[in-house]
Antibody, heavy 126, light 107 residues
Framework: EVHLVESGGGLVQPGRSLRLSCAAS????????MHWVRQTPGKGLEWVSG????????GYGDSVKGRFTISRDNAKNSVYLQMNSLRAEDTAFYYC???????????????????WGQGTLVTVSS | DIQLTQSPSFLSASVGDRVTITCRAS??????LAWYQQRPGKAPKLLIY???TLQSGVPSRFSGSGSGTDFTLTISSLQPEDFATYYC?????????FGGGTKVDIK
C-alpha cells in the first residue's frame, strides 16, 4: 500500500523559511513523479510544484515561483519543498501527491494525481 | 491558466438520490479531467480520471462524462459515505488547476 507522510509544517513568521518533507513507501519511488498541492479555505486547491521521477523536469505555480524549490532524494524515498520568503497567503495545508503513472515527466497531460498524503499545516503569521 | 467552474457550489440531497455535479473549463481540455472526493479532515481521493475512467476500488455508482469544456460527475444512488466535497481538476496543461468544489450535504 502506498504511504505518503508529510512533515515539517508549523508556525513561521513572514519572510522566514520552512522545509517540508514527504517520506514515501509502498511503491518504487524512483519511478514516479511527485507533486505538492496546497489547500486553503479561501483559495481552495492549488498546485504548487512537481518534479519528474528522475528530477529531469520541474515546475512551479506562478504564486511560488522564485521562492519555493522542490527536490527529491530517490535513495531516501523522499521529496522536499523548500519554502523561502514566506507570506501570509502561503498559509495552507500542504499535500504530497504521487503521479499515478510511472516514468512520465511532469508538465505533460498524464500527470494524474493519486494518492495524496494526509497533509501538513503551514501557518505564516507574526 | 485554465479556470474550472463547478456548479452547484452546494447541494442538499437524501440517501438514494441521483446527484449530478458539473464542471466547466474556460477552454477546451479534451478529456483531461479528474474528479476527487474529500471528506472532512481527509485528503482528496481520486474517483475518476480521463473524464470517465473509474479509479480502482471506487464504487460503480460514481460515473463521469464529458469532453472539451463541459463535464459531469454523477452519483447514481447517494450513500451515507458520499456526503463530502467534490472537486474537478484538469491535467491538460500546466499549471494544474482545480474547480472550487461542490459540497454535498444531507437534506
Amino acid at each position: 500500500e502506498v504511504h505518503l507522510v508529510e512533515s515539517g509544517g508549523g508556525l513561521v513568521q513572514p519572510g522566514r523559511s520552512l522545509r517540508l518533507s514527504c517520506a514515501a513507501s509502498g511503491f518504487p519511488f524512483d519511478d514516479y513523479g511527485m507533486h505538492w498541492v496546497r489547500q486553503t479555505p479561501g483559495k481552495g486547491l492549488e498546485w504548487v510544484s512537481g518534479i519528474s521521477w528522475n528530477s529531469g523536469k520541474i515546475g512551479y505555480g506562478d504564486s511560488v515561483k522564485g521562492r519555493f524549490t522542490i527536490s527529491r532524494d530517490n535513495a531516501k524515498n523522499s521529496v522536499y519543498l523548500q519554502m523561502n520568503s514566506l507570506r501570509a497567503e502561503d498559509t495552507a495545508f500542504y499535500y504530497c501527491v504521487k503521479d499515478m503513472y510511472p516514468y512520465y515527466d511532469i508538465l505533460t497531460d498524464q500527470n494524474w494525481l493519486d494518492p495524496w498524503g494526509q497533509g501538513t499545516l503551514v501557518t505564516v503569521s507574526s | 491558466d485554465i479556470q474550472l467552474t463547478q456548479s452547484p457550489s452546494f447541494l442538499s440531497a437524501s440517501v438514494g438520490d441521483r446527484v449530478t455535479i458539473t464542471c466547466r473549463a474556460s477552454q477546451g481540455i479534451r478529456s483531461y479531467l479528474a474528479w476527487y472526493q474529500q471528506r472532512p479532515g481527509k485528503a482528496p481521493k481520486l474517483l475518476i480520471y480521463a473524464a470517465s475512467t473509474l479509479q480502482s476500488g471506487v464504487p460503480s455508482r460514481f460515473s463521469g462524462s464529458g469532453s472539451g469544456t463541459d463535464f459531469t460527475l454523477t452519483i447514481s444512488s447517494l450513500q451515507p459515505e458520499d456526503f463530502a466535497t467534490y472537486y474537478c481538476q484538469q491535467v491538460n496543461s500546466y499549471p494544474l488547476t482545480f474547480g472550487g468544489g461542490t459540497k454535498v450535504d444531507i437534506k
